[in-house]
């Protein structure tokens, strides 16, 4: 290689890192207004298939049909806000007896341990925690009634930006072939991750109501969140109602094994049986590329940063493998290092 060459090279990756970082700072900067707008885009992909179904085979205009959809998906956020407000209110009303069991938990935990021998006492450890168990309870009630409002108050601005995207959108496809099948794999990747997380969810918040564990919905809701994260936010769903189920006065052995089985076996029989078959491998990523993506953008976005990150990372796959240029990059993401830029492109026929 000359020196030439090596100079425009090094240049070339020069600008690359450059321009990564940028828009590493765009991203983190604009968050704000960045997050919903990617969420809406998502969302509006999966609800277009519903606005082109009104319109191919009831015959609506196009504008009537995007206004169904909205109130679809509006119907569909207000009744999971109401399940959820309804969940926290019982939460909030059986709080006296979490703190009865929490104080139950730790009296029993300071008393099998050997504090004495340590020159420690009980209240010395209780005050190490932050006080009184029942000041505990309340911070944890309103930590999760802040987050269930944040979650739902962004839902209001997601679908404000739904409704603009459904309603510019004029139907048509893009001439070109390479996008259409860019934009087809991607639909399909929504669509089936989509359905797929929400027959998680309310698997899991079936199971835990039917346990009679609080925040059941919220759990579900979680669930159908995390299943977008691989392998990590299955763990994460199947724990997440540990603590609950532990501090209900009223929860037996058997409801304690069957909260953590139940969710377990949903999260295992759907993400690794049933979701790679229906998926097959139109968008395998290499794991080292998944973790990467959890990191950069859960520092980018936060939690979720790491909702996004794979459907991102997987939507940025399918456009680069579409271009001989661009399609070794794809290979690096899906693990395949050896592929030069003559490698033909995975098979496009839709399944």
């Known amino acids: 290689m000359s020196s030439n060459q090596t100079y425009i090279r090094t240049q070339a990756v020069s600008l690359v890192i450059l321009a990564v970082v940028a828009v590493g700072g765009a991203l983190y900067w604009l968050e704000a207004v960045l997050v919903p707008f990617v969420l809406a885009v998502f969302i509006s992909v999966g609800l277009m298939p519903l606005v082109n179904l009104q319109v191919d085979r009831l015959k609506l205009p196009r504008p009537v049909a995007a206004g169904t959809a909205l109130l679809v998906a509006l119907l569909l956020l207000a009744g999971v806000g109401l399940l959820v407000g309804m969940s926290v209110a019982r939460l909030g009303n059986n709080a006296e007896f979490y703190q009865q069991r929490f104080q139950q938990v730790i009296d029993n935990a300071l008393e099998t341990l050997p504090l004495t021998k340590v020159g420690l006492g009980k209240q010395e450890v209780i005050d190490s925690f932050g006080g009184s168990t029942a000041a505990t309870v309340r911070s944890m009630l309103t930590g999760i009634a802040n987050a269930v409002t944040n979650i739902l108050s962004q839902g209001g601005l997601v679908l404000i930006y739904v409704g603009f995207l459904l309603f510019g959108s004029s139907g048509a496809r893009p001439s070109n072939r390479q996008w259409r099948d860019a934009e087809r794999q991607t639909k399909r990747y929504i669509i089936i991750k989509t359905g797929m997380s929400a027959v998680t969810g309310v698997l899991t918040a079936t199971i835990l109501y039917f346990l009679r564990i609080d925040l059941a919905v919220v759990f579900g809701l979680l669930a159908f969140l995390l299943n977008y994260i691989p392998s990590l936010g299955s763990i994460i769903a199947t724990l997440l109602p540990l603590p609950i ?77 579409r271009h001989d240029s661009t399609r070794p990059y794809a290979n690096i993401l899906a693990g395949r290092l050896g592929r030069n830029h003559s490698d033909a492109a995975p098979d496009n026929q839709p399944s």
Not at 273 to 278: G, M, T
């Open 245 to 321: 189920v532990l501090l209900d006065p009223n929860a037996t052995p058997l409801v304690i094994l069957l909260a953590i089985l139940g969710p377990g076996s949903v999260q295992f029989t759907i993400g690794n049986i049933i979701e790679p078959k229906v998926m097959g491998r139109d968008l395998d990523l290499h794991p080292i590329t998944v973790l990467m993506a959890l990191i950069f953008w859960g520092i980018l976005w936060g939690p979720i940063g790491m909702i996004l990150s794979v459907p991102i990372t997987a939507v940025v796959k399918i456009i680069l493998e």
